[in-house]
């Protein structure tokens, strides 16, 4: 079965400082990935993703994630931290085939430190 | 991408009554999922809603305390029944547009609900 594993439940950078938040997954064959981030009292909004080609791939508000299939990875990074990332961000994995059915992470609060 | 809203955006509801909650798509879509998050935890399907068919429940969650309903391609409705304080969470309806669109979903912003 998969399962994804998010390292950190609650990261916290200065700003201006690199972002890194952590997701691995486990799965024989490598699923869809996604990262999507969740501001205060809204919904999920997709940052970036990956499916085939390219294994780094940039998304929104500067984010990039690299597919790492040796060692089962899709971490998310930013350059430089600003005010405005403090969110939860949630790693997302989905099989090629059968079903659409996502399979969350557990989440990372990332705060921002002035 | 596709554009969801969900109605209402959060409420209160005493114990042992029910709450329905809509979501609407601005284009027709052929999968609809219904989420439940607690507080200060990730996402855990509840069930995924078809048109046309009854709604595929996950393990832990059941048709008589979460029904759904799938009118049509751009609407659903997920029912929050005999509400108890466990089920005050918010919960989110998302959706795939299919075909050629590599699983993924977008996802509406929510409904707050707390139960007392």
């Known amino acids: 079965a998969q399962s994804v594993t998010q390292l950190g439940s609650h990261v916290s950078v200065s700003e201006g400082a690199l972002v890194l938040l952590r997701c691995n997954y486990s799965s024989s064959v490598p699923p869809y990935l996604f990262w999507y981030v969740q501001y205060p009292n809204q919904g999920l909004q997709l940052l970036l993703k990956?499916?085939?080609?390219?294994?780094l791939v940039k998304g929104i508000n500067g984010f990039e994630a690299e597919f790492k299939k040796s060692e089962t990875s899709f971490h998310l990074t930013k350059p430089s931290a600003h005010m405005s990332d403090a969110a939860e961000y949630f790693c997302a994995v989905s099989p090629r085939r059968g079903t659409y059915k996502y399979i969350f992470g557990t989440g990372t609060r990332l705060k921002v430190l002035a | 991408s596709a554009v969801i809203s969900q109605k209402p955006s959060r409420d209160i509801c005493q114990r042992g009554t029910s709450l329905t909650i809509q979501c609407q798509v601005d284009s027709q879509v052929t999968m609809m999922f219904w989420y439940r998050q607690q507080p200060g935890q990730s996402l855990t399907l509840i069930a995924t809603a078809n048109q046309g068919s009854e709604a595929t429940y996950e393990s832990g969650f059941v048709i008589d305390k979460f029904p759904i309903s799938r009118p049509n391609l751009t609407f659903s409705t997920l029912t929050v029944s005999n509400l108890s304080p466990e089920d005050s969470s918010i919960y989110l309806c998302?959706?795939?547009?299919?075909?050629?669109?590599?699983?993924?979903?977008?996802f509406g912003p929510g409904t707050r609900l707390t139960v007392l």
């Open positions: 990956y499916t085939t080609g390219a294994t």
């Open positions: 998302s959706v795939t547009p299919g075909q050629s669109s590599y699983n993924e979903q977008f």
